[in-house]
Each structure stands twice: as C-alpha cells, then as structure tokens.
C-alpha cells in the first residue's frame, strides 16, 4: 500500500520537476509577445504541406451513450524535405490546407513551434512546455494520492488504482490550459480551444467515475 509520506515525496519531486520547464516555459512567452508585437522574434523557414488526414475514435459512457470524435491531423515538411511532421490541428485551420501548399514554419531553438499558411495558423508547445505538462500531471497525480490518504480513501488497492486513474484523467485538460496559458498566453483560440470542445466531456465522465468510487465508499 502505498503510504501517505511516500507520496508525498512524490508531490515533492514533481514540483522540483516543474521548476526548470516552468522557467524555459516563460522565457519562449516572451519570445511570443515579442513576435505579436514586431513580427520578426521567431524564427521563419519556407515548408510546405506534405499531406492531411482524418480519424474518428468512439468514447461509451456508464449509460451507453456514445458519442464519436474526429481527429484531424496536417503533416508538414521543411525545405530540405528530410524533416516531417504529424500534428493533430484543429478542424479550421485543417480546411485551410492542402497536400503541396507552401506554409511558413516558426522556429524556436530549432523547433518548429507553428505553421501558417495564408489565412490561418496552427501552433504547438515547445519540448519544454510539453515537459511543463508531464511534471503538472504528475503533481496533480500527486494531489489525489495525498487527498485520499487525509479524507481515509485507502480502502483497497483497487480502489486507490481507480481513483488515482479517474482523478488523472481530471486533471488532463485543465493541465494543458495551463501549461498552454503560460506559453502562449490566454487566447482561446486555436488547439486550445479545440481542447475545450473535445475535453470537457471527457474530464466531466471522469469526475462522474470518481464520485461514484466515493458514493460506494458512503454506501
């Protein structure tokens, strides 16, 4: 069983885990602010569209109910064509590309950070931010782990598995938001936005999950 102190620990090591990404996190947000502002802070390289698709998974609740969700996904390349990538974009900006269309790749450290082609633009978080996320998640895991151990939710290894597994799920989309807010600041627009759209439902069925773990536990 795993005890209160031992996860504590893991509290602390997340949040030392954050510190460094936090702060390369905050330093590319000035690089952003800078850029809206004169337009020459990130770098920029000729790329192109290399191709696009689509794919559809398929989510059940505890009442059946189903509800199907559509991926969509660009894949650009750099000049040199020896560099490619897939990314899942948001539907707009995925009706505004096609295979072989000319895009502007933004760089920063030598990652591509976003790519525009006329009439819109698809950005991602640098590794950094991407490293933000993992150590947040692992904090908020943390969080639960602790919070089960104060209010006596210890009541079976199962049930610390599937509180520990819903109340993670929980923290996934307000994680991102965070994570995106620090480095690209509170627009809502883009994949974050998608984010809303799509995360909602899913963090709301894990809050179900959870609370009826704690109704057992009272029943």
């Not at 885990?17 to 502002?37: I, M, N």
């Not at 990538?85 to 450290?109: C, D, H, I, K, N």
């Not at 210890?154 to 929980?170: E, K, Q, T």
Request: proline share 4%; hydrophobic share 40%; net charge positive.
């Amino acid at each position: 069983m795993v005890s209160e102190r031992s996860s504590g620990r893991w509290l602390v090591v997340a949040l030392i885990g954050v510190r460094s990404p936090y702060h390369q996190t905050r330093e590319f947000r000035a690089v952003v602010a800078c850029d809206k502002a004169r337009h020459d802070c990130l770098a920029r390289e000729r790329g192109s569209i290399a191709g696009r698709s689509t794919y559809e998974t398929t989510d059940t609740d505890a009442n059946n109910n189903t509800t199907t969700t559509t991926h969509y996904q660009v894949t650009w390349r750099r000049a040199d064509g020896t560099s490619r990538q897939t990314w899942e974009v948001s539907p707009g900006f995925y009706r505004r590309v096609s295979p072989g269309q000319p895009a502007t790749l933004r760089v920063w450290r030598g990652q591509v950070v976003g790519v525009e082609v006329e009439g819109g633009a698809q950005w991602r978080l640098p590794s950094s931010g991407l490293r933000l996320g993992y150590w947040l998640v692992l904090a908020f895991l943390g969080i639960g782990v602790v919070l089960w151990g104060l209010f006596g939710w210890w009541d079976g290894f199962f049930l610390l598995v599937f509180r520990s597994v819903a109340w993670l799920c929980i923290g996934v989309m307000p994680t991102y938001l965070t994570t995106h807010a620090l480095a690209y600041g509170l627009d809502p627009g883009g994949i974050s936005g998608w984010a809303i759209v799509t995360g909602v439902p899913f963090t709301g069925m894990a809050g179900w999950i959870l609370l009826t773990t704690l109704d057992h536990r009272r029943g």
